[in-house]
């Protein structure tokens, strides 16, 4: 007999004091699919286990029978966990005279913190008769075989239900779209605990193949133990040390143009940023796990390095500059996790994952630039996670959780090479920019230090089982933003300058003090604010749920949570406190092979922080810029009552200068006074209102069919409806340009536009103005009063369909998904504004996320034994087109003269509603051959070889691209019938490994 692992679930048993002899026979099932489970031993005890009295094995009918006990008497069933099923004992057994048959349903083991998703550590599938949760998960095991690049595991989920490959808002936005919204309102967890850089929304550590124990996607109807999101929650469990030492040590590498297809179009780095010829990519690592001390505490240890080439051209003919500047990419991940038993009731966790990555912007271009490495900078972003887990039994009823965390991000955008110096745009004699040189001209440097609590209960009483928690997540802001404090030059060189500077033959170091002293000035602005400012945000949250075994087939959850965010009061006085979201599904079980269930939730999400700080960098607190705000005031278009000082800040505004001598402009401090009279193009305000948290209504109905114990067949049909999504109203807009017939249409010229705005801009000599009643004339104002509101939606609908099939003896499994769905919202970021007017009723259309048809394939075939193939398919109908105006037809792409196109490239082609033309479809095939080479014992040597679109399809929609470069927007008329390419899908790729495992 093996020995018996520690975890016991103990139950009380009441004796009675007859004396008679009796049988008890126990037949042993699982709890989930209701079949007999068979070797498996069982033991017999009258005092908790402590003490045993019998044991035997279950038959090939799952049963197993006690003689000579005492009736009357208090009698434990018990078993020990092993590898399927978790342990488990049977309380109030009270023996009679005679035989009495009980039935003992063993839980399956889970490897997953979130408890709606059933993972099984055997080949068998399962279905799910807890919840009505629609979701999924990829073990390592899988990820393991697949075909993703850069070990990246947020490139395999994709593959999962209401999840598809996103239209990137910025190029390291994440790269993953749930239920048709942008990324960033996913909530991305590590073993259940924040995970997100909360400045905007991506992941602050992007765990690696290597140190995932398992990922799994929350879509719709989760538990109300979830939240901080209106939208999906992907959750990735790390990896633990066993008794067993387990590790790997991988070489992995994208030669890049040696063997992949060309293409006439860039492609993407892991983060999100355009490469090109002279792309190669290396990654390093190694992994070790073990006990420390066996069965007590365990260890786990990653590290992953990579390491990427790239190249630009710098051309500048007329300096006589033509080459190729060299730029690398590292990306370094280290993590490690200690797990200690206190005993059976008390483990305790340590998490640590530390990351830097360190994106180099060299200078030149894919296809030639302008840009100097002097002028080159890097986006180097350090952050860390430390997390404490305290998981605990009380009694044999009572177990619970107390989580600590503490973790930091510093999004440091715009590094520069010289950072002390000017910024200068070199023209030539004609005025076009030649060269930029010097600083990087912008800085962007974000630090958030975050702390977060959480405390869990589960409560298990009869047929209920309670959850109850409490989380707290704090966090410390300081932004460093705006222009180049050091000043920013536009200078235009005579021919004499231009000839003088091209002899010098600098070449590719061509910096600020290799130019003439007296180049003429064009231009010159200095940031008036170098200075970090912020705020701390505060979210607090409190949940409680009943899951009701109401019997054996059927299973309720009761749930309802409560959210508050402090950002909420933006700059008003009271925050969004009613943010009470019940949730409730049920589980029906129709047959031992078969499930029916459903549910219904409101999901509250937190305020972005990105949308409080863009109202604090990008306004004024000018007395001018006041006064125009007490216009807007008096028009009835900002609330009377708001308070002028409450909702503006002292933002990042450039002053400009005229008549500088070059290196001779004053300095940010000599022209503060210049902040009371400089016009803006844009400034923003704090809503006095408040900020309404986003939130949804979340529908689902499903049904799931084991078909066999390796085929699983589901289907799930999901509505999801979220509000209060952010959108930026204009309280100064020109007044409404119908653009209805491009035969008789006429363009409007900005200077109309800005006069029919409701503080009109006039503009003179001096500048643009103003005048306020009494004849005052404002010049520190703005021609677009921008301020933030939760007034946006997005609808999306869907129907899943999935048939999977594990690896069983004829070594071949598979996952075929296919999701019909439709995604229509007003607002894709926190960005958005209308087009023309603040109409937001023409910007609800079919989302730039929105894909309609998506069909996946993965299948692993193993023909022979260390050898695995595993071919996957990836097919999406077409993304939607907007028609944009031709400057060549209008003279401009500005129609309505409002100066701003709002995301797109240019104002929609008269007569054109938005999003409606579609690209055609996207196909990919991908392919993975692994081999593995037994050595001795448990080590292995893996070769890898995987090979991306290998049909090398040409696609325009379906693949990650910034919205800017995408082809979602089309010249021309929908009658045309005409695309211009501007991106397409990468070519055939290829990536080789190599890989040690014990």
């Known amino acids: 007999m093996k020995k018996p692992l520690r975890l016991l679930l103990l139950f009380s048993l009441i004796c009675s004091g007859l004396w008679a002899q009796s049988s008890l026979q126990v037949k042993v099932s699982s709890l989930l699919e209701d079949i007999p489970i ?32 005492t009736a009357g008497k208090a009698y434990f069933i018990y078993s020990f966990d092993d590898k399927i099923y978790q342990a488990a004992i049977l309380s109030d057994i009270k023996a009679k005279d005679g035989l009495l048959t009980i039935n003992f349903n063993l839980p399956n083991q889970r490897t997953a913190s979130i408890g709606e998703i059933l993972i099984s550590s ?23 075989r697949l075909p993703i690049e850069g070990r990246d595991v947020t490139r395999s989920l994709f593959r999962l239900p209401n999840v598809t490959v996103a239209i990137l808002g910025y190029a390291e936005g994440p790269n993953i779209s749930i239920n048709g919204l942008n990324g960033i309102f996913t909530n991305y967890l590590i073993d259940g605990m924040d995970n997100n850089e909360r400045f905007l929304g991506n992941m602050k550590f992007n765990t690696p193949v290597g140190f995932v124990e398992n990922i799994t996607v929350l879509t719709n109807n989760y538990s109300a133990e979830w939240g901080n999101t209106s939208n999906g929650i992907v959750n990735v469990l790390s990896r633990s040390g066993t008794n067993d030492w387990t590790g790997e040590a991988f070489y992995l ?19 999100g940023n355009p490469v090109k010829d002279g792309f190669q990519r290396h990654q390093i690592g190694a992994a070790i796990g073990g006990p420390i001390k066996k069965d007590k505490t365990f260890f786990y240890f990653n590290l992953e390095q990579t390491y990427d080439f790239k190249d630009n051209l710098l051309n500048v003919s007329q300096l006589g500059v033509n080459e190729i500047v060299q730029g ?41 630039g302008i840009l100097f490495p002097s002028a080159s900078s890097a986006q180097d972003n350090e952050t860390y996670l430390f997390a404490l887990k305290n998981q605990f039994k009380v009694g044999s009823k009572i177990s619970g959780e107390l989580n600590y965390q503490h973790s930091f991000f510093r999004w440091n955008y715009r590094q520069p090479v010289n950072e002390t110096t000017p910024s200068v745009t070199v023209q030539n004699p004609q005025g076009t920019a030649i060269a930029i040189v010097g600083q990087s001209g912008a800085i962007f440097d974000d630090f958030e230090y975050t702390h977060q609590v959480q405390n869990k209960w589960v409560y298990r009483q009869g047929k209920h089982l309670f959850k109850a928690g409490l989380e707290w997540i704090g966090s410390d802001f300081q932004l460093l933003g705006g222009g180049n404090p050091y000043g920013t030059y536009t200078v235009r060189l005579t021919d ?111 305020i972005k922080y990105s949308v409080y700080s863009d109202n604090l960098q990008f306004s004024s607190n000018s007395e001018d810029f006041k006064k125009q705000l007490a216009m807007l005031q008096q028009a009835g278009l900002l609330a009377a009552d708001a308070d002028l000082n409450r909702v503006t800040f002292a933002g990042n505004i450039r002053a400009t200068s005229p008549n500088v001598a070059f290196l001779q402009g004053p300095s940010f401090d000599e022209l503060q006074a210049r902040r009371e009279q400089q016009f803006s193009t844009n400034l923003r305000i704090m ?80 500048g643009f103005y103003t005048v306020a009643p009494g004849n005052d004339t404002l010049r520190g104002i703005a021609r677009n009063v921008f301020v933030t509101e939760t007034a946006g939606i997005a609808r999306y609908s869907a129907l899943n369909f999935m048939l999977q099939k594990s690896i069983g003896d004829d070594k071949i499994g598979y996952r075929f998904l296919y999701t019909l769905s439709w995604t229509k919202s007003n607002t894709s970021s926190i960005n958005t504004r209308a087009q023309d007017s603040n109409n937001f009723e023409a910007e609800y259309a079919w989302d730039e996320n929105d894909r309609r048809h998506v069909m996946s394939a993965v299948i692993l075939y193993q023909p022979l034994k260390g050898l695995l193939i595993s071919p996957t398919a990836l097919i999406q109908s077409g993304q939607p087109v907007t028609r944009v105006a031709d400057a060549t037809v209008f003279g401009t792409t500005d129609l309505n003269g409002d100066g701003e196109s709002f995301g797109l490239p240019a104002d929609r082609w008269p007569g054109e509603a938005k999003s409606n033309d579609r690209l055609p479809w996207a196909t990919t095939f991908d392919l993975s051959v692994r081999y593995q080479l037994q050595l001795h014992g448990s080590h292995r ?47 055939r790729q290829f990536q080789f490994g190599v890989r040690y495992i014990f």
């Open 496 to 606: 004499q300058q231009l000839s003088d500077l091209r002899n010098k033959g600098k070449g590719a170091n061509l910096n600020v003090g290799d130019l003439p002293t007296n180049v003429n000035v064009r231009t010159y602005d200095v940031e008036l604010r170098p200075t970090s400012f912020g705020t701390v945000q505060q979210v607090y949250s409190a949940y409680l749920e009943d899951q009701w075994a109401v019997n054996r087939r059927l299973n309720l959850s009761l749930g309802v949570r409560w959210d508050y965010d402090n950002l909420s009061k933006a700059g008003g006085t009271k925050g969004d406190f009613n943010n009470l979201g019940p949730r409730t599904s049920f589980n029906y079980k129709l047959g031992p092979r078969s499930v029916i269930r459903g549910g219904y939730g409101i999901y509250y999400d937190k």
């Open 687 to 766: 809503n006095p209102n408040g900020f309404q948290n986003p939130y949804s209504h979340q529908y689902a109905l499903g049904f799931q069919q084991k078909l066999t114990d390796e085929h699983l067949f589901l289907i799930d049909a999901v509505h999801t409806r979220t509000n209060n999504l952010y959108i930026i109203r204009n309280l100064n807009a020109a007044s409404p340009w119908v653009f209805d017939n491009p035969a008789d249409f006429k363009v409007r010229s900005t200077s109309a536009a800005d006069l029919s705005r409701p503080v009109p801009i006039s503009r003179d000599a001096a």
């Open 122 to 144: 055997t080949s068998l599938v399962r279905m799910n008769t807890e919840n009505a949760a629609v979701s999924g998960q990829i073990k390592k095991e899988e990820l393991q």
């Open 328 to 368: 690398r990419n590292n990306f370094t991940y280290g993590s490690a996790k200690i797990d200690h038993v206190w005993s059976p009731n008390w483990r305790t966790s340590f998490r640590g994952q530390v990351g830097r990555f360190y994106n180099q912007r060299q200078g030149g271009g894919l296809e030639g």
């Open 253 to 271: 590498t994208r030669p890049g143009s040696i063997v992949d297809a060309p293409s006439s179009f860039a492609t993407l780095d892991l983060y």
């Open 941 to 987: 040597i893996e070769f890898s070889s995987d090979i991306f679109n290998i049909l090398n399809a040409q696609n325009w929609s379906g693949y990650n691209t910034t919205r800017t470069v995408s082809n979602l927007s089309q010249i021309g008329p929908k009658s045309s019938n005409t695309y211009r390419l501007y991106s397409a899908s990468p070519p």
């Open 38 to 69: 068979t070797e498996k031993w069982i033991y017999l005890s009258t005092d908790a286990g402590q003490q045993l009295i019998d044991s035997a094995q279950t038959d090939a009918k799952g049963m197993v029978q006690f003689e000579n006990l």
